[in-house]
């Protein structure tokens, strides 16, 4: 089953790009990666997604490398609402549930 | 506003106690996921239902079952409370299909005393 890795926090200044990092290097073919973020205690949040080819929607963007091993999430004018904690999550076992990881916590500093 | 609901917001229970925590999903959403993040761990899937039925099992402990309705709300029953059960319990739930986008609930906090 494939698995994540992140670096568990990050800073970023207030209207700069916040660029979050995963490997998720045992991912198999046809593995989506999935994006969420956490405020606080709150339910998760879906942020993004995609397979191999970069995405972008109205919160961020995504890149995913080539050889669909690593991916970052980018955020491209973080706000202090942007804090909180970015899961970069894949799939395991035979349903669709996800593993989630211990994400990166992210903090915007005014 | 993800538009899955669960309810109570907060439950406060004595150990050796039982208890269930409601879900309603999201309009159209045929699976429903129960999730547990407690403050030594993250989040952890315990069990998936789809239509109705059983699809996937985690690490849900014997103590602990679930059930999806026909009308497709699903209950998680925690029963034999320890205090190590009080965390925040969560639930998801996605369209028809492989890979589908979750979208979680609010989530209830449960404490155990």
């Known amino acids: 089953d494939a698995k994540t890795t992140q670096p568990p926090s990050m800073d970023c200044a207030e209207g700069r790009a916040a660029n979050l990092p995963c490997n998720h290097s045992?991912?198999?073919?046809?593995?989506?990666v999935y994006w969420y973020r956490q405020i606080h205690s709150q339910g998760p949040q879906y942020i993004i997604h995609?397979?191999?080819n970069n995405e972008t929607n109205e919160m961020a963007s995504l890149i995913i490398t080539e050889d669909r091993k690593s991916s970052t999430l980018i955020l491209p004018h973080a706000t202090l609402r942007d804090t909180a904690v970015y899961y970069c999550i894949v799939r395991v076992g035979t349903g669709n549930q996800f593993y989630f990881g211990t994400g990166t916590s992210l903090t915007v500093i005014p | 506003d993800s538009g899955v609901t669960q309810t109570p917001k907060h439950l406060i229970t004595a150990t050796g106690q039982r208890v269930t925590l409601r879900c309603s999903p999201r309009?159209?959403?045929?699976?429903v996921y129960w999730y547990q993040q407690s403050l030594d761990q993250g989040l952890q899937f315990l069990i998936q239902?789809?239509?109705?039925?059983?699809?996937a099992k985690g690490n849900i402990l014997e103590r602990f079952s679930a059930q999806q309705f026909p009308d497709l709300h699903s209950e998680l029953n925690l029963s034999s409370l320890e205090l190590g059960d009080s965390a925040l319990y969560f639930c998801?739930?996605?369209?028809?299909?492989?890979?589908?986008?979750?979208?979680f609930g609010p989530g209830t906090r449960l404490l155990v005393l």
């Open positions: 998801a739930s996605s369209a028809p299909g492989l890979q589908e986008t979750q979208y």
């Open positions: 045992t991912i198999s073919g046809n593995e989506y």
């Open positions: 995609g397979l191999k």
């Open positions: 239902y789809y239509n109705g039925e059983e699809r």
């Open positions: 309009s159209g959403d045929l699976s």
